[in-house]
């Protein structure tokens, strides 16, 4: 459409390794991105033609200050604009700006030639004039409707056919299948596992990853959703209704998406870390075959090896040069040869602190402690083993089971000896149980063979052996003699507010920002030590802490503790993929239906909640869809044409809001014309024209800050 039907893709909602590949991605994404803009103008074009109107321009891009490639054909100038924000079509008649009804009339009306056909329309006022039949303005208002609806029809139609030809191609996509679940989250509540599945979200089978975080982020909090999870351990359904949780922004049920085997192209280990340091190189591409001779066929398999041998030299078997099957990409290599790599023990890093323990915030269901009637809110006093055995004391008569971050690993420890424990809890006074406000109680122990760490923000941190999850304060309890914490004269009473990464001399990479510590809405904590393990070998801790009323700093380097192993030993994995490919043509069809209604329903969704579940910072602009749009080359042609099929329908549901200068907006008038017998009146148009002009330019330069955020690693 003329300037006023263009649209801008500011408004949108939203491993490669030489420069040829780089290329080939920026061709991909630029003719992609093109051809939604393309399509959306050929619609009005077409129609407009049908229709008879004259259409002086036809442009990918604005051609601001007339800077342009282009060429005339006919009566119409087809060109490529500088600005590559949209595009738009010029016809005889018609004005980015309904407001200027009365330059319209005048450029449409009949200059008084014989040959000319022309045709009286009514203005804003009732008075009559006479225009160029050819003119935007001489047409009915169900032929311009068809005109202003005629992108968005277009849009929708090229969704279908992007998404249909994706299913041919075969489209890659993140399988449902859970690494880690999210301390304390409705996921790690409901006792979901490493291995497990989702094959149902809702009426959704066989969700991707990404679908089921949109499903969960534009879900019902209140009500929950219902999940169909196939367990790892007896391959047996069942289903789970999740209620998501909005502490952290976006609505979350705290599911982690699992690693193949395969590591990374790029980057298969992390420096400093045991991985790095084996006895040979890991490298690209290698895929673990087996741990300690014993077959490893997934992530759950490993892992439980890994826990189970944490303070071990492991011997790794990758099989090196293989190949995957010719029609999926990510599965099992075969062929190449087989290398085996002896890769050391992670120790644990802590700076000496032992803090103090918080109250339980979760009780995993089916667990002994929710059996014995622990609930959210209790807070555990003591912990001791349940044999009254010495080492339940120290030889300076300390509880050895007072640090709160080293428990989860000296109570799996003691599981696999078949012990229990005895704690005495706290009950809440919000329980509601009538029992004594301090009881003890005596709890089995389960076996650990996964792995559950602090990973986000304000994360508890969790117990598996137990079955629950608590908080850690940020303030000190105690200090270990002779530890890194003792040396800079940390004391018991101490509170830590803030911790930064200082990476060593040689590391180029950002050490993110600062680790805010407090006893509200930013207990990190867990997820700070979790952090400390992946660092690399010379970073050092910038504490901040206060004494008192007294604000003070120390920097600390983070040593091993003795007896203590972290299971995860550096690999980069690559994640799970899978591809969806149609068998047949129908299917294929209906594949491309399914997905581009379900890529509406979700704009949909998204702008109901927008402002409520889902922040206003969650949106993107044209930086934010470029990056989307690569990432999405990078994994084929069928990822970037679904991704076209997204943008497609984004466009189209945004386009279509009633707004003053969008698709929608126009509609809104024309339709008040078609009930009216004129167009709206002047003052009127210009009053929600300029209300329109104001809120798109608001939201292109909200949406180019938030980009920019991102760019800079603020956002």
């Given at each position: 459409?003329?300037?006023?039907?263009?649209?801008?893709?500011?408004?949108c909602?939203?491993?490669?390794?030489?420069?040829?590949?780089?290329?080939?991605?920026?061709?991909?994404?630029?003719?992609?991105?093109?051809?939604?803009i393309?399509?959306?103008?050929?619609?009005?074009?077409a129609?407009?033609?049908?229709?008879?109107?004259?259409?002086?321009?036809?442009?990918?891009?604005?051609?601001?200050g007339?800077?342009?490639?282009?060429?005339?054909?006919?009566?119409?100038e087809?060109?490529?604009?500088?600005?590559?924000?949209?595009?738009?079509?010029?016809?005889?008649?018609?004005?980015?700006?309904?407001?200027?009804?009365a330059?319209?009339?005048?450029?449409?009306?009949?200059?008084?030639?014989?040959?000319?056909?022309?045709?009286?329309?009514?203005?804003?006022?009732?008075?009559?004039?006479?225009?160029?039949?050819?003119?935007?303005?001489?047409?009915?208002?169900?032929?311009?409707?068809?005109?202003i609806?005629?992108?968005?029809?277009?849009?929708?139609?090229?969704?279908?056919?992007?998404?249909?030809?994706?299913?041919?191609?075969?489209?890659?996509?993140?399988?449902?299948?859970?690494?880690?679940?999210?301390?304390?989250?409705?996921?790690?509540?409901?006792?979901?596992?490493?291995?497990?599945?989702?094959?149902?979200?809702?009426?959704?089978?066989?969700?991707?990853?990404?679908?089921?975080?949109?499903?969960?982020?534009?879900?019902?909090?209140?009500?929950?959703?219902?999940?169909?999870?196939?367990?790892?351990?007896?391959g047996?359904?069942?289903?789970?209704?999740?209620?998501?949780?909005?502490?952290?922004?976006?609505?979350?049920?705290?599911?982690?998406?699992?690693?193949?085997?395969?590591?990374?192209?790029?980057?298969?280990v992390?420096?400093?870390?045991?991985a790095?340091?084996a006895?040979?190189?890991?490298?690209?591409?290698?895929?673990v075959?087996?741990?300690?001779?014993?077959?490893?066929?997934?992530?759950?398999?490993?892992a439980?090896?890994?826990?189970?041998?944490?303070?071990?030299?492991l011997?790794?078997?990758?099989?090196?040069?293989?190949?995957?099957?010719?029609?999926?990409?990510?599965?099992?290599?075969?062929?190449?040869?087989?290398?085996?790599?002896?890769?050391?023990?992670?120790?644990?890093?802590?700076?000496?602190?032992?803090?103090?323990?918080?109250?339980?915030?979760?009780?995993q269901?089916?667990?002994?402690?929710?059996?014995?009637?622990?609930?959210a809110?209790?807070?555990?006093?003591k912990?001791?083993?349940?044999?009254?055995?010495?080492?339940?004391?120290?030889?300076?008569?300390?509880?050895?089971?007072?640090?709160?971050?080293?428990?989860?690993?000296?109570?799996?420890?003691?599981?696999?000896?078949?012990?229990?424990?005895?704690?005495?809890?706290?009950?809440?006074?919000q329980?509601?149980?009538?029992?004594?406000?301090?009881?003890?109680?005596?709890?089995?122990?389960?076996?650990?063979?996964?792995?559950?760490?602090?990973?986000?923000?304000?994360?508890?941190?969790?117990?598996?052996?137990?079955g629950?999850?608590?908080?850690v304060?940020?303030?000190?309890?105690?200090?270990e003699?002779?530890?890194?914490?003792?040396?800079?004269?940390l004391?018991?009473?101490?509170?830590?507010?803030?911790?930064?990464?200082?990476?060593?001399?040689?590391?180029?990479?950002?050490?993110?920002?600062?680790?805010?510590?407090?006893?509200?809405?930013?207990?990190?904590?867990?997820?700070?030590?979790?952090?400390?393990q992946?660092?690399?070998?010379?970073?050092?801790?910038?504490?901040?802490?206060?004494?008192?009323?007294?604000?003070?700093?120390?920097?600390?380097?983070?040593?091993?503790?003795?007896?203590?192993?972290?299971?995860?030993?550096?690999?980069?994995?690559?994640?799970?993929?899978?591809?969806?490919?149609?068998?047949?043509?129908?299917?294929?069809?209906?594949?491309?239906?399914?997905?581009?209604?379900?890529?509406?329903?979700?704009?949909?969704?998204?702008?109901?909640?927008?402002?409520?579940q889902i922040?206003?910072?969650?949106?993107?602009?044209?930086?934010?869809?470029?990056?989307?749009?690569?990432?999405?080359?990078?994994?084929?042609?069928?990822?970037?044409?679904?991704?076209?099929?997204?943008?497609?329908?984004?466009?189209?549901?945004?386009?279509?809001?009633?707004?003053?200068?969008?698709?929608?907006?126009?509609?809104v008038?024309?339709?008040?014309?078609?009930?009216?017998?004129?167009?709206?009146?002047?003052?009127?148009?210009?009053?929600?024209?300029?209300?329109?002009?104001?809120?798109?330019?608001?939201l292109?330069?909200?949406?180019?800050t938030?980009?920019?955020?991102?760019?800079?690693?603020?956002?």
């Amino acid at each position: 459409m003329g300037s006023r039907g263009g649209f801008t893709l500011g408004m949108c909602l939203i491993a490669v390794t030489s420069p040829l590949e780089w290329l080939t991605v920026i061709l991909q994404v630029g003719g992609g991105l093109g051809m939604v803009i393309f399509v959306h103008e050929l619609g009005h074009f077409a129609v407009a033609k049908m229709c008879g109107v004259k259409c002086d321009k036809f442009f990918i891009g604005f051609d601001i200050g007339g800077y342009k490639i282009s060429h005339k054909w006919g009566e119409t100038e087809y060109g490529i604009g500088i600005l590559p924000l949209g595009g738009y079509v010029k016809m005889l008649g018609q004005d980015d700006n309904p407001a200027n009804i009365a330059e319209q009339v005048r450029e449409s009306e009949a200059s008084g030639a014989e040959a000319m056909k022309t045709k009286e329309i009514t203005g804003p006022d009732g008075e009559k004039f006479t225009v160029d039949a050819r003119s935007y303005l001489a047409k009915s208002v169900p032929q311009r409707m068809a005109i202003i609806s005629a992108g968005v029809i277009m849009n929708i139609i090229f969704a279908v056919i992007f998404a249909t030809i994706a299913f041919g191609v075969g489209v890659p996509y993140v399988p449902c299948i859970v690494s880690q679940t999210a301390p304390g989250s409705p996921a790690w509540q409901a006792g979901i596992r490493t291995g497990d599945e989702v094959v149902r979200l809702g009426e959704t089978e066989n969700p991707s990853f990404l679908e089921l975080q949109q499903g969960v982020t534009l879900g019902d909090l209140e009500k929950g959703i219902t999940f169909t999870i196939r367990r790892a351990d007896t391959g047996k359904e069942e289903d789970v209704l999740l209620r998501p949780s909005q502490d952290q922004g976006l609505a979350r049920v705290g599911m982690i998406s699992s690693s193949s085997l395969r590591l990374l192209h790029e980057m298969p280990v992390v420096k400093g870390t045991p991985a790095a340091n084996a006895s040979a190189e890991f490298q690209g591409d290698d895929e673990v075959i087996k741990v300690q001779g014993q077959p490893v066929a997934n992530e759950r398999e490993l892992a439980a090896i890994l826990v189970k041998h944490s303070s071990e030299p492991l011997e790794f078997t990758v099989r090196r040069g293989g190949k995957p099957p010719k029609d999926n990409r990510f599965g099992p290599l075969s062929g190449g040869e087989e290398v085996t790599i002896t890769v050391p023990a992670k120790p644990m890093q802590r700076l000496g602190l032992v803090m103090e323990i918080g109250r339980v915030v979760a009780v995993q269901q089916g667990s002994a402690a929710a059996e014995k009637g622990i609930q959210a809110g209790d807070f555990i006093d003591k912990i001791s083993s349940s044999d009254d055995t010495a080492e339940d004391d120290s030889a300076d008569g300390a509880n050895p089971f007072d640090d709160p971050v080293a428990l989860p690993e000296q109570l799996r420890k003691l599981a696999e000896e078949n012990r229990d424990v005895r704690l005495t809890v706290q009950h809440s006074a919000q329980s509601g149980s009538g029992r004594q406000a301090t009881e003890e109680i005596n709890l089995p122990l389960r076996k650990v063979d996964w792995v559950e760490s602090s990973l986000s923000v304000n994360d508890p941190l969790s117990v598996p052996a137990l079955g629950i999850a608590y908080r850690v304060l940020n303030r000190v309890a105690r200090v270990e003699p002779g530890s890194p914490a003792a040396q800079a004269k940390l004391q018991g009473g101490d509170v830590i507010t803030q911790a930064i990464f200082v990476l060593p001399k040689d590391i180029k990479e950002k050490p993110g920002k600062p680790i805010e510590f407090n006893d509200q809405d930013q207990q990190n904590w867990p997820a700070f030590i979790t952090g400390m393990q992946s660092m690399p070998s010379g970073t050092q801790i910038k504490l901040t802490y206060k004494r008192g009323e007294e604000e003070l700093e120390a920097t600390l380097e983070p040593v091993s503790v003795e007896g203590y192993f972290v299971p995860t030993r550096g690999f980069a994995f690559a994640p799970t993929k899978r591809i969806r490919k149609a068998r047949t043509f129908p299917e294929q069809v209906s594949l491309g239906f399914q997905e581009t209604t379900n890529s509406l329903g979700m704009v949909f969704r998204f702008l109901r909640k927008l402002g409520t579940q889902i922040p206003l910072t969650a949106l993107g602009g044209p930086v934010t869809i470029a990056q989307a749009a690569g990432y999405s080359a990078f994994e084929g042609a069928g990822k970037l044409l679904i991704f076209l099929t997204m943008l497609s329908a984004n466009l189209a549901v945004i386009n279509f809001l009633p707004i003053p200068l969008l698709d929608g907006g126009h509609m809104v008038f024309l339709a008040w014309e078609g009930v009216r017998g004129r167009p709206a009146s002047e003052r009127f148009v210009v009053a929600l024209h300029t209300i329109g002009f104001v809120f798109i330019i608001s939201l292109m330069l909200f949406v180019f800050t938030l980009d920019i955020r991102r760019l800079m690693g603020m956002g």
